[in-house]
């Protein structure tokens, strides 16, 4: 029969170990191994039932072993140890709290996210996004770094997969309770359970309660739409991850950013906790976030719009993750508009004023959506990308909204991601580590990083390597067959046809690993394009290689399903089943198996779709080698010494089928005559392959400082959220006005701000050369209308030409006011131009807004240059005078 009611039986522990539940509940478990070891000897079998998790593991122990541990006095010892261990780490002084410049960093911060991927214990991420979203909380925490985390609690996380008996991927989605999750619900100072709620169209109401999660010393805040006072649609908000329609997804992202504000303030009001001076949105989701903060500042400090809009960009950080238009959330004007003003949220701001936000208003935009990446960037003074490379296309991917600018000033820098090392480094890594150079050391090392605390792995033996490479592998092996017996008994096999399963890979075989997200332009189908050479490349009697995959394509997806069937089918074949395989369900917990026992790290997105892939870093952390693309983080951190680069057919415009062949025989070619060579390579006295363990340790000692989340949380805050912070203390309310009223004078003004002459004094160039180390001496008569020469940047701007006559890596010279003004207004301005390097060159001038609050001059997307260049179809840096 059905239960009529579901609800959760919590164990009583004896008051001995009552530091089991506090350790349980904060997620440090996760990535602590001391912590899990003690809760595996609570009960090794339920331990492994439960997957792992403390929280299912104590619900599942039973009185009587409880009562025998409480009696236990060495079982308690190390209890008390660890519980103090962890007492520590979130109360001591960290890196944060060492800083010099303590009192400029913000004292707190808000980190809002669709997704996070913390633990499989708590599946609330679908990839990239909310793995990266879990190593930043992780990072933060491990840096003393005060941040909030912000996002929602999904009833049913993202799907499990599994195959059908030919290959056809299957979604399932679990129904996640969280009485059985490790978080807490959020309590007000009366016990009553915290929400928030937002008022929608129609008279309606979503109404959230606010769970939370310890992810060390960092709060997780996650809101559950699954409330009774909801009606049925609204309790279905937070059902599923990037799941339903349009209108679905606008109310999850509405309750994720304007929800998660006032979930952030309920938090610190309940907890004392500062709050944020800095808010950080990652991705577009969260992007509403700004329209509540301006909301409060009309409200609480009289501010009007305009103003309310500078202060909230002072404090606020965007990041984009997308490389292609195509990831961004773009909504119907008219779906925006229904939700916001009178009779719905947010009644007080303006309607119009919301849609100007999210308006596609530039060359090529649609006017009909409102685009969420795009109110995130007019709603920050501070973005970024997530790589250098990545950062270089998204300048070139929203240059529109900055028109007049060439793409290198588009004001969109980039902080390339990590990851993080405690989650994602073997035990069995750790322990070599620590038996070179001391567990402080090792843990420093993991967590905070810097190239001097990573040398001394350049002294670990040979052997020590290649013995800890082997047992990584023969582990990966083992999980690779308890897997795959597993899929083939659910694809419906019967368990006496799969004997051939516990001859699948070889432990002494070299052994490729690809697993991620099965979008089209990951190709996760590349190496099947010739198939017979792949099976000669698979079983080579001399050289053999063992290739172990995994992938979850997008529910919706049918090509991304097509391209998991075609390899499971290939997979499938009894010819080649015992060197490839396809295993489903990929997530957290295969992964940390999947990236230390692989020798190669295979990576064959499109350039440059591929705005990160953290994967391949998490691999070399555990001395993995990447063989990839020249995307991404490759693109940034490649050398010869530590792996290969896969040549790409970047010419062949249109031409798909052409250049994935060209690029899978350059694949199958490197693999063929120089991976593996260098793998089987043990022509010397030791018997090791000496050379692959070079690019090994040369992995280590190289990547290893540089793929941490620690390096990352520790750019972020030195590059972004204390510059915010400033600048959020120094808009006051006065301020704020100040700014706003400046902003709409200059933009009022510049239609008439004009370069009207450029010419050349003493060492001009004669007959169109000049020689090196000259300088010239530029006079410029410019125009400011009613500005003054405080509210501009007169800059020449020179640099080497292309045949187009485009300034490239142009560099900037201020000019000074000399004379003026004179009777209409214009202004001289004088400065010199050093001539410091040879081949074409030219210059132009540009003017630029400047004001001393003022993020980057390119902020208000304004800029006045000569007529030259704009005879040229160029309103940047590309025209002026040339000099060859």
Known sequence: MKAIRRFTVRPVLPEPLLPLADLARNLRWSWHAETRELFQSVDPEGWQAAGGDPVRLLGAVSAPRLEELAGDRRFLRRLAVVAADLDDYVHGGRWYQSQENGAELPAGIAYFSPEFGITAALPQYSGGLGILAGDHLKAASDLGVPLIGVGLLYRHGYFRQSLSRDGWQQEHYP???????????????????????????????????????????????????????????????????????????????????????????????????????????????????GLERIRELEGEQGLGFDAAVEA?????????????????????????????????????????????LGAESYPGGDPGVFNMAVMGLRLAQRANGVSTLHGAVSRGMFAGLWPGFDPADVPITSVTNGVHAPTWVAPEVVRLGVRQIGAGRTEDALSVGGSQRWDAVADIADQDIWDLRRVLREQLVQEVRDRLRASWLQRGAAGAELGWVDSVLDPDVLTIGFARRVPSYKRLTLMLRDPDRLRRLLLDPERPVQIVVAGKAHPADDGGKRLVQELVRFADDPRVRHRIVFLPDYGMAMAQKLYPGCDVWLNNPLRPLEACGTSGMKAALNGCLNLSVLDGWWDEWFEPDFGWAIPTADGLGTDEDRRDDLEAN????????????????????????????????????????????????REYVERLYAPAARAHRALNPDAARDLAWWKGRVRAAWPRV?????????????????????????????ALDALTPE??????????????????????????????????????????????????????????????????????GLVAAPAEADAAGDTGAGGGVLLR
């Open 175 to 289: 129904v996640l309770d969280p009485n059985e999750l490790p978080v807490s619900l959020l309590r007000d100072t009366e016990g009553a359970p915290a929400r928030v709620s937002l008022s929608l169209p129609g008279g309606r109401a979503l109404h959230a309660h606010i769970w939370q999660a310890r992810v060390g010393r960092v709060p997780l805040l996650l809101l559950d739409s699954d409330v009774e006072d909801n009606d049925a649609g609204a309790r279905e908000v937070t059902d599923r991850l990037y799941g339903g329609g349009s209108d679905h997804r606008l109310l999850q992202e509405m309750l994720l950013g304007i929800g998660g504000v006032r979930a952030v303030r309920t938090y610190c009001r309940i907890t004392g906790h500062p709050d944020p001076e800095v808010f950080h949105t990652n991705e577009g989701h969260a992007g509403f976030l």
């Open 312 to 356: 909230v960009r002072a404090g606020t950080v965007f990041t984009t993750h997308t490389p292609v238009p195509a990831g961004i959330d773009r909504f119907e004007r008219a779906l925006v508009a229904r939700h916001f003003g009178p009779g719905a949220e947010l009644a007080a701001l303006p309607v119009d004023r919301i849609l100007e």
């Open 666 to 713: 350059a694949l199958y070619e490197l693999i063929e005559g120089r991976v593996a060579p260098r793998f089987y390579d043990r022509a010397g006295r030791s018997g090791l392959p000496v050379r692959w363990i070079e690019m090994v340790r040369r992995t280590l000692v190289s990547l290893g400082p540089k793929v941490l989340a620690g390096r990352m949380v």
């Open 754 to 782: 004009v370069v009207e002459h450029v010419e050349a004094l003493a060492a001009a160039p004669v007959n169109g050369t000049a020689e090196l180390g000259a300088t010239l001496t530029l006079r410029v008569r410019v």
């Open 791 to 860: 509210d501009v940047e007169v800059q020449a701007v020179a640099g080497r030409v292309d045949p187009q006559d485009v300034i490239r890596d142009g560099r900037t010279f201020p000019l000074k006011p000399a004379a003026g003004p004179d009777l209409e207004g214009r202004w001289m301005y004088e400065g010199p131009l050093a001539l410091d390097r040879t081949g074409p060159y030219g210059y132009t001038v540009r003017i630029l807004p400047a004001h001393p609050l003022l993020a980057t001059p390119a902020e208000l």
